[in-house]
């Protein structure tokens, strides 16, 4: 069973910084999409950035320019970096991956189990 843990989230300031963290683990991984999606309470989970085995990478219109995503595929490993956070990125981020474990191989779709990320001075 593909197992991802999520690491760096918590309190930030309006303007500043965090960098969350998710690796992957299991059997013989083939890892195709790996993304974050964070949920506010009160409203359903949402893509936040998403970035495919060859990089490209897709990210929400309330991110764009100040998040980035970034995937380490040799460790199974997936970032995003929060710059000029807001009061309206709080939220539950979790961590997302998909693609095949195993020889021959069963697909597979894995959440972590979610980091709080709060905004606010």
């Known amino acids: 069973q593909v197992r991802l843990v999520e690491s760096g989230g918590g309190l930030v300031q309006p303007g500043g910084a965090l960098r969350l963290s998710c690796g992957a683990s299991g059997s013989n991984l083939r890892i195709n999409d790996m993304g974050w999606y964070r949920q506010a309470p009160g409203k359903q989970r949402e893509l936040v950035a998403l970035?495919?085995?060859?990089?490209?990478?897709t990210y929400a219109d309330a991110v764009k320019g100040r998040f980035t995503i970034a995937r380490v595929n040799l460790s199974n490993m997936v970032y995003l970096g929060m710059n000029t956070v807001r009061p309206e990125d709080t939220a539950v981020y979790y961590c997302n991956a998909e693609g095949w474990e195993g020889i021959p191989g069963s697909p597979f779709t894995s959440w972590g189990q979610g980091t709080q990320v709060t905004v606010s001075s």
């Open positions: 970035t495919t085995k060859d990089g490209t990478t």
